[in-house]
Nanobody, 122 residues
Framework: QVQLVESGGGSVQAGGSLRLSCSVS?????MGWFRQPPGEGREGVAI???????DYADSVKGRFTISKDIAKNTLDLQMDSLKPEDTAMYYC???????????????????WGQGTQVTVSS
């Protein structure tokens, strides 16, 4: 079991920054941040796998940074240069399985947090 609790969401103007944090009971092989815009499906945003392999969705590359804080037991997502299209519910997820090329597929992740809302206004 992995318990995940997100925090740090909120409202910000375009161009601003937010830092999301996911408190974890333990780290898993693959962990990531996903988001679900209103009326749309859930999509992968940023993942970290094995010790330190990271990858990002094209839409957030260069703006978002995922990291682990081992001392605090958190998975963090620094979001800079936010755009209105980043508005969504953001979820933290974890999997103990080796996911290969499926790291961005939500259905592959067994453990999920309850989500935190991010709203970016223009």
């Amino acid at each position: 079991q992995v318990q995940l609790v997100e925090s740090g969401g909120g409202s910000v103007q375009a161009g601003g920054s937010l830092r999301l944090s996911c408190s974890v009971s333990r780290f898993a092989y693959a962990m990531g941040w996903f988001r679900q815009p209103p009326g749309e499906g859930r999509e992968g945003v940023a993942i970290i796998a094995s010790r330190a392999y990271t990858d990002y969705a094209d839409s957030v590359k260069g703006r978002f940074t995922i990291s682990k804080d081992i001392a605090k037991n958190t998975l963090d997502l620094q979001m800079d240069s936010l755009k209105p299209e980043d508005t969504a519910m953001y979820y933290c997820a974890a999997s103990d399985d080796w996911l290969g090329s499926s790291l961005f597929i939500p259905a592959k992740y067994k453990y999920w947090g309850q989500g935190t809302q991010v709203t970016v206004s223009s």
